[in-house]
């Protein structure tokens, strides 16, 4: 069982729509949790970081993290074509190395 | 300056040619690391330096050499590469801070083809 699991996509949706990611994972530890987007031959870009369990907020985006279900969503509400791209969901306990899931391509159509 | 900046964006070599990457960053940050990404898979980690110490090497083969001259910079050495090395590599860095928040900034990459 890999330690981070997610749905690699792809994702389609209308433009407007309300575009929800997720991942499980299995390591207990995990305390710090980031989500990052990713153009086609970019680097990741980091969109939210969140500690431990709870919501935050960002502009047209929304994390969520439930630490008791090892489960953490990233939340995109009126989604626009420049959202198209693949979202990397990614997590670390108290060391610096990060485990990142496989990654969501996902395409909003206009 | 709030980005990481990676040079050459792209680079074609032999297996038998000798080739630096460079990596820079002036955020103060005490962290920096090198990923390697395959194609539609996530960065896979290869190094990382903490106060320009190597603190994790993730059995990566040694025709790959990574140096830390000083906090602000970070090459990556090729040697001997073979072709399935072709892979777009990353470097990002992070405060430091492996207790609190630690996020890792990405440098856009250097799409690197093997001969």
């Known amino acids: 069982q890999k330690e981070v699991e997610q749905d690699p996509g792809p994702l389609s949706v209308p433009e407007g729509a309300i575009v929800s990611l997720n991942c499980t994972y299995s390591n207990s530890a995990f305390q710090y949790f980031m989500w990052y987007r990713q153009y086609s031959r970019k680097g990741p870009e980091l969109l939210m970081y969140?500690?431990?369990?709870g919501n935050k907020e960002d502009g047209r985006f929304t994390a969520q993290v439930d630490k008791s279900s090892k489960y953490i969503s990233l939340f995109i509400r009126d989604s626009q074509p420049s959202d198209s791209a693949t979202y990397l969901c990614a997590m670390r306990g108290r060391g610096q190395k990060v485990t990142f899931g496989t990654g969501t391509k996902l395409q909003v159509i206009p | 300056d709030t980005e990481v900046t990676q040079t050459p964006k792209h680079l074609v070599m032999g297996m038998t040619n000798k080739k630096s990457l460079k990596c820079e960053q002036h955020m103060g940050h005490r962290a920096m690391y090198w990923y390697k990404q395959k194609a539609k898979k996530p960065p896979e980690l290869m190094f990382v330096y903490s106060y320009e110490k190597l603190s994790i090497n993730e059995s990566v083969p040694s025709r790959f050499s990574p140096e830390c001259p000083n906090s602000s910079l970070l090459n990556l050495h090729l040697h001997a590469l073979q072709p399935e090395d072709s892979a777009l590599y990353l470097c990002a860095s992070s405060p430091g801070l492996a207790d609190s928040y630690n996020e890792q900034f990405f440098g856009p990459g250097t799409r690197l083809t093997v001969l």
């Open positions: 969140t500690y431990s369990s």
